[in-house]
């Protein structure tokens, strides 16, 4: 029986891209953005930032050595968070929908930058709060760990008390939803153009 629904972030939730993050950063200087930024993974200090073991401060002045011109943290910052599109309305309003009947709790590989700023903005489009959206979360940078790593599964597990066998985990990369079914997780492919929501009533069916 399903008791839990756990999602990834970006993808799922939040509509994202990076090629718009990639101009950004090259408009304040930064040619190699590129080679950095993936669409499912990071490289280098970008990687870093989303794994924990750099803080921002860190981070920001690692990117200041592959641009030559003078930018503010603030410069950074902005270009960065282009990679996030926002979460259209209605998501927020389907996983209310859904907490009526399940547990629900995220799982995403993101950076302390992102997540304190535009990420935090975007769900209070209710008035609402992140926490109020979600019984329990885990993010890369605070578990040292990134996806599809068994690591941050079995932090997620531990930390938000689920049992695999009891959870749909959704994301939309297969190299994760693998990962996390070889510990017995469900799981759910969100494919470009799906809703979580449509495809949880056609997992049930």
Not at 174 to 194: C, E, H, M, R, Y
Request: with cysteine.
């Amino acid at each position: 029986m399903i008791k839990n629904l756990l999602f990834d972030l970006g993808g799922v939730i939040m509509d994202i891209r990076r090629e718009n993050a990639v101009k950004a950063l090259e408009k304040i200087g930064m040619k190699d953005a590129n080679d950095f930024l993936g669409e499912y993974s990071q490289k280098g200090p970008f990687l870093q930032l989303e794994e924990g073991t750099i803080t921002p401060e860190e981070f920001r002045n690692e990117i200041r050595r592959y641009i030559d011109n003078e930018v503010s943290d603030a410069d950074i910052d902005a270009a960065f968070c282009e990679f996030l599109i926002g979460i259209p309305r209605h998501r927020l309003e389907e996983l209310r929908e859904l907490k009526k009947q399940y547990n629900i709790f995220m799982l995403s590989n993101t950076n302390p930058i992102m997540w304190h700023s535009r990420i935090a903005e975007e769900f209070r489009q209710e008035g609402l709060e992140m926490n109020d959206y979600f019984d329990g979360i885990v993010t890369s940078f605070e578990a040292k760990s990134i996806k599809p790593d068994k690591k941050i599964f079995e932090t997620a597990i531990t930390k938000c008390n689920i049992k695999p066998e009891e959870t749909i985990f959704l994301d939309d990369s297969q190299k994760n939803l693998d990962s996390a079914s070889k510990l017995g997780f469900g799981t759910i492919l969100v494919a470009p153009g799906n809703e979580f929501f449509d495809l949880i009533k056609k997992y049930n069916n």
